[in-house]
């Protein structure tokens, strides 16, 4: 079945910096890649999505880009707020039509 | 209401005794998952309901662990038996449609196993 390494588990950045969070995947197959923002104490958010057919995608402060030959995609953060502080996850749809998810990373913005 | 609504939002139950999770999905969405989230730890797939075909049940850890949807709509995990590793958060998600598209999560069912 499908694999999703995600890197680094934990990030701390300063204010207005940039974060990479960086996501591998094992079955070539894949076509969609969402990432996900999860709050303490809430269920995870869609942020940005990016399907195969494309190599970069942005959304104001946040970008994410897709190497299908590399079967790696990644989230960027530009300008970091304190509010970006969280739980985030890349997940990759399988053959079967499920989100598996990435184990997480904890981003850290300080003030 | 407007989103996924998860109940109870937590569960203190002893080892050995049975417990139900229930999921009320948005009004429509005929995909439904559930995932569990142990502390510090990522999302681990449980199982996929979609329309009428059979689930995919195949990230259910163990025969302890079951769930039904009743009606396309609301759906229950049940666990027998409980373990203290049973003790995470449980996460129900709806979506649209079948296929790659976004998953709309409730808050979670946090359950402890003393």
């Known amino acids: 079945g499908e694999n999703v390494e995600q890197h680094p588990s934990t990030l701390s950045v300063q204010e207005g910096d940039s974060a990479v969070i960086k996501c591998t995947y094992s079955d070539s197959a894949s076509n969609y890649f969402p990432w996900y923002k999860q709050e303490l104490g809430k269920g995870p958010q869609l942020i940005i999505d990016?399907?195969?057919?494309?190599g970069e995608k942005k959304d104001q402060r946040i970008a994410v880009t897709l190497n299908k030959t590399a079967k790696h995609f990644s989230l960027h953060i530009t300008e970091t707020q304190p509010e970006d502080s969280a739980v985030y996850f890349c997940a990759v749809c399988d053959d079967t039509g499920k989100l598996i998810f990435g184990q997480g990373t904890t981003l850290q913005v300080k003030p | 209401g407007a989103g996924v609504s998860q109940s109870p939002s937590n569960k203190v139950t002893e080892k050995g005794k049975d417990v139900e999770l229930r999921c009320d999905p948005i009004s429509g969405h005929t995909a439904l998952y559930w995932y569990r989230q142990s502390l510090g730890q990522g999302l681990e797939f449980l199982i996929y309901f979609q329309g009428n075909s059979a689930p995919d049940k195949s990230g259910l850890p163990s025969d302890r662990f079951s769930a039904e949807r009743t009606g396309g709509s609301v759906s229950t995990l049940t666990i027998q038996r409980t373990q203290q590793e049973d003790s995470a958060v449980y996460l129900c998600?709806?979506?649209?449609?079948?296929?790659?598209?976004?998953?709309?999560f409730g808050e979670g069912s946090r359950l402890t196993v003393l």
């Open positions: 990016i399907r195969s057919n494309v």
């Open positions: 998600a709806s979506s649209l449609a079948s296929g790659p598209g976004e998953l709309f």
